[in-house]
T-cell receptor, first 115, second 108 residues
């Protein structure tokens, strides 16, 4: 499968624990995005990488959230000291800079439940 | 003010009907526009990009009005398989802004 993959698909954790999610983009894509989606809402932008550089972060991304893309390929999103309000679907998407009209391709998401 | 506004619906239409969704955006500097489809508990998937001259893909027609900052999606001859949430997406700078989505149910 050459699409975007995410791991794990589901995560249940207790409040206060740290969690880390992984995203593997489409191999030739140099742009990678993280989004959060809650029920009844569209995805909300969290952060964006071009290659290994994190170029933009949303105000939604509190200091408990950190994302990395160390070699410009896969990315990780870590949430420290999770809160119940962090429960959501975390989506990763990738695109190719200069590709046809900036189309993004999404992974299946990681569904986080904080108890 | 939200970057992208969409009527959440729901739209319930019979098979074969024509249905139209609308979306407005707030930033006149936005440069790219898309419609995505999202099935229940699945990831969004690109339905079509929206070009200034309007574009068509089979039963789907997308239009963009930059002066009014308005995007539309028309679905003709609705099929049961068209039932999903349709997300309007606007690219401004490095960010992509999603509408809340419009829910469509096509009824037999």
């Amino acid at each position: 499968d050459t699409g975007v993959s995410q791991d794990p698909r589901h995560k249940i954790t207790k409040r206060g624990q740290n969690v880390t999610f992984r995203c593997d983009p489409i191999s030739e894509h140099n742009r990678l995005y993280w989004y959060r989606q809650t029920l009844g809402q569209g995805p909300e932008f969290l952060t964006y990488f071009q290659n290994e550089a994190q170029l933009e972060k949303s105000r939604l991304l509190s200091d408990r959230f950190s994302a990395e893309r160390p070699k410009g390929s896969f990315s990780t999103l870590e949430i420290q000291r999770t809160e119940q309000g962090d429960s959501a679907m975390y989506l990763c998407a990738s695109s190719l800079a200069g590709g046809p009209s900036n189309e993004q391709f999404f992974g299946p998401g990681t569904r986080l439940t904080v108890l | 003010r939200k970057e992208v506004e969409q009527d959440p619906g729901p739209f319930n239409v019979p098979e074969g009907a024509t249905v139209a969704f609308n979306c407005t955006y707030s930033n006149s500097a936005s440069q790219s526009f898309f419609w995505y489809r999202q099935d229940c508990r699945k990831e969004p998937k690109l339905l079509m990009s929206v070009y200034s001259s309007g574009n068509e893909d089979g039963r789907f027609t997308a239009q963009l009005n930059r002066a009014s900052q308005y995007i539309s999606l028309l679905i003709r001859d609705s099929k049961l398989s068209d039932s999903a949430t349709y997300l309007c997406v606007v690219n401004t700078g490095n960010q992509f802004y999603f509408g809340t989505g419009t829910s469509l149910t096509v009824i037999p």
